[in-house]
């Protein structure tokens, strides 16, 4: 029954998730930070809850007169801030139950994850908790009923020397200090959820506890216009001498209270008790005998030896245990985390379809983030360092096709001889070395989920020595040896700033593999390509510019020419690239630039740039120069130029 309801249950939600990707990417889809936005929904609280205590009264008339007066005096601040109070609290519903359907559906609970499993459960009984205290602080008719209701509730436990339910039966019945009580159990039960999230987190390898910047910025703006246009609204003044017949009810948190009236007290309990008890043991129900309770996994070329607990992913115990393998969703999306298993075997899990093929699985290729071993195991991975770099070696590389895209333009595509392959992050750069032991840098101009080439894009240099090679000389099977992957200049995935690539000449191979792997993790932010040129025919892949302008919504190519000549018929922009931007931008502050190509252009923007609000840690560059190598010996600042060779 469990393994059915889970496989159910992924075909639905890996159904849904797909959709949700292809509106939001896979960097900024909210099934895969449901418990960070579940932590969102705590903090809104607080700092909602803190402001609304500042008018709070305590006292059986004050109560409903001050809430009423944040509702309806201060509507504009302390009003927004009561709806935000409210929906946010349901949103701790509605996220922490999903946030636990997701785990158990994904069988993400057993073995080890029993105490987050635990304490996730016991959070969102204290969630439950406190939502019924805030409630009662109200004290409208709907306070009144969910008083009542759970002193009833309460009271059919004999634990009680007098029914609780008579202090709600006349007016007068309530004092003051019971509203003091009830603040108190409202902030207290806050902190107490706070400390158990923080254990609760702790369990978890660089667990998510904050939802990317664009995603946070969506769902505040979301609640705060669901504040303004469906304000929270008191139900009327409580009236201990009547009995309210007519409420609105919060069905996140309120649902059990009419099971009370009509199953009775007593089945409540055991609903609740027994749904209880179930969820606490499922962690120790249908769980596989197979293997034992820890498997060694050995990593080459990295040469770490690491532990994996019985159900853990190959990733969660690489991270557990200090070794950072590169990784974006952890959901079996993107395909960042894909490795190779040279021995053993493993669960590979539950991932998007199209993410690892059938023909990978048969090469050895798994999804880390998602394959738990089922016994003892060897694996390729490479290891990034804190800034996602991954290390420098020297591979073979088989020319596998040479293509003339221009009079003088190159496009080179490598195969990597063996099985080994070389991990970049994109904007990177490889150096080619030559026989005299001299080296020539290019920019890697495809992405780097595109692992089983690497292609070059290369300007013929007059008296170049590699480049007259590779244009005079070089054929379809010959063999280099390319050492890298080299540079720091790289995509700021984390940012929300719309970007402007300023490219020149062949820079555009470093905006390629930019832009591509943007698509390809779902970026959303806002991009445009001005791209220079001295004549039409260098804007070499121009058409691809152009498809990608008119497949997504997000990016605008705008071609610009220094040189026209009236025979070419030229109908675009003309003159320097980097003016084309100074003229539509007023204001440059709050963007990215990326500039890719000679010195010179890069140097002539950046001041401008400036003077415009361009931050100067927002101006990322990669220049190109023709020159003798000279070994990289500037792993610079991500604002710095990297050099490449003609």
Partial sequence: ????????????????????????????????????????????????GFYIYIFYD???????????YITHEQWYLAGVMRSLHRYASDGMILFGVLHLLRNYVFDRYRNFRWFSWFTGIALMWMVYIAGINGYWLVWDSLAQFLAVASAEWLDF??????????????????????FSLLSLIH??????IFGLIWIHTQRVPQAKTSPPKPLTIGILLAMLVLSLIHPALSQGHTDLDT???????????????????????GKVWVLSAGLTAILLLLPFLGRSKRGKDEFAITTVPCGHTLTARNGETVLEAALRQGLNLPYVCRDGACGACKGKILKGTVDYGTYQEGVLTEAEKIEGKALFCCAKPLSDLDIECHEVDELRRFPIKTLKFRVKKLQRAARDVMLLELQPEGDERMNFVV???????LEDGTKRSYSIANPPHELEHLQLHIRLVPGGKFTGHVFNEMKEGDVLSVEGPYGNFSLHEESDSPIIF?????????VKGMVEHAFNIGLKRPMTLYWGARVPEDFYMADLANKWQQEHANFKFIPVLSEPKPESGWQGRTGLVHEAILQDYEKLDGYEVYACGSPDMVAAGRTPFLAKG?????YFSDAFTVACYNPPVAQAPLSSEGVKHG
């Fill in 187 to 192: 902030i207290g039960i806050p902190l107490g």
């Fill in 427 to 433: 904007g990177q750069y490889v150096a080619v070395q």
């Fill in 614 to 618: 361009l931050s100067p840690d927002q």
């Fill in 243 to 265: 009995v309210p017949t007519t409420m609105k009810f919060d069905w996140f948190y309120l649902w059990t209270f009419p099971l009370l009236y009509s199953w009775g007290a």
């Fill in 157 to 178: 436990l004999p634990i009680f020397s007098a029914p609780l339910a008579r202090n709600f039966l006349e007016t007068g019945s309530v004092s003051d200090r019971f």
């Fill in 502 to 510: 300023m490219s020149g000449g062949c820079g555009f191979g470093s």
């Fill in 58 to 68: 305590t006292g059986v008339e004050d109560a409903y007169s001050s809430v009423e």
């Fill in 1 to 48: 029954m469990i393994k059915f309801s889970q496989r159910v249950g992924q075909g639905v939600l890996l159904h849904l998730e797909s959709v949700l990707n292809k509106i939001f990417g896979v960097t900024l889809n909210p099934f895969y930070y449901l418990g960070a936005i579940t932590y969102l929904m705590f903090w809104i609280v607080v700092v909602s």
